[in-house]
């Protein structure tokens, strides 16, 4: 099974020997404007980057151009039509979503939960699915928005699979914006709570998550509303649950090493 893991997903890529800086920063720019649930103007855009507003106008001028950012009529700038393809074929594309997707469904309709994929990107969690089996499956297609990793069950156990001095340094890297860092030694404890037990329980006590594939690049988690009760706190059912999530996470990898 290890091996198979290993053909499906690909270990942390180490730094180049030089970045390329521009390339870099536009990719940054890039990632803030998709990020942002309203138009941002370009002076925003470079406070919260820390980079200089000229640079930061001619990097965004040039996406404009090229149709992955788009300009409001009150000089703010959104996501392009570019953008929007680059994001259909990158879904169409990805063996993740495409093998995922079957038996989350079957997940949701077995256990009665709502359920979840996960990337984790920085220090938040970016969903590609975010629903229930007995809704139609568009409703939660990319329907959340950035969600802070330290308070999600699969942020944690995405987490988990870097080391206290990865994620101290990851942290103390962010521009978290309005997104605040939390208290480091409580997050480096429940993150080894999560390594330790192979899986991880929110903050909140309502969603439950493993990691998909050794190293993980995504998690899936079993989740319940506001409007509902907690997880059940006995161990027997979260062993139940956890087995059904570790389960699913095999077969869409072994789906994925089929493509």
């Not at 907690?230 to 389960?247: F, I, M, Y």
Request: charged share 20%.
């Amino acid at each position: 099974m290890e091996r198979l893991l290993n053909t499906v997903i690909s270990r942390r890529v180490k730094p180049p020997a030089q970045i390329n800086q521009g390339l870099r920063d536009g990719i940054e720019c890039l990632l803030e404007i998709a990020a942002m649930e309203r138009p941002v103007g370009s002076r925003e855009l470079a406070r919260r980057l820390g980079q200089d507003h000229t640079r930061v106008n001619r990097i965004i001028s040039t996406l404009a151009y090229m149709g992955l950012a788009e300009q409001t009529a009150d000089r703010k700038y959104i996501s392009g039509p570019g953008l929007l393809v680059l994001a259909g074929l990158s879904l169409r594309g990805s063996p993740l979503y495409r093998c995922a997707m079957p038996h989350l469904e079957e997940l949701g309709v077995a256990t009665g939960y709502q359920v979840a994929l996960g990337l984790r990107w920085r220090t938040n969690v970016s969903y590609l699915y975010h629903g229930h089996a007995r809704e139609h499956a568009a409703l939660g297609i990319v329907s959340e928005g950035l969600y802070p990793a330290d308070r999600s069950s699969i942020g944690l156990v995405l987490l988990s699979q870097l080391t206290p001095q990865e994620i101290t340094a990851l942290y103390q890297g962010s521009s978290a914006g309005v997104l605040l860092n939390p208290d480091m030694k409580t997050l480096l404890e429940r993150v080894k709570e999560a390594r330790s037990a192979g899986f991880a329980v929110a903050s909140n006590a309502r969603s439950i998550a493993v990691a998909l594939g050794k190293p993980a690049a995504a998690g899936i988690a079993l989740y319940r509303t506001e409007d509902q009760e907690t997880l059940p706190k006995d161990a027997r059912t979260l062993r139940e649950l956890v087995g059904q999530l570790n389960s699913t996470a095999e077969r869409i990898l072994r789906d994925m090493a089929r493509v």
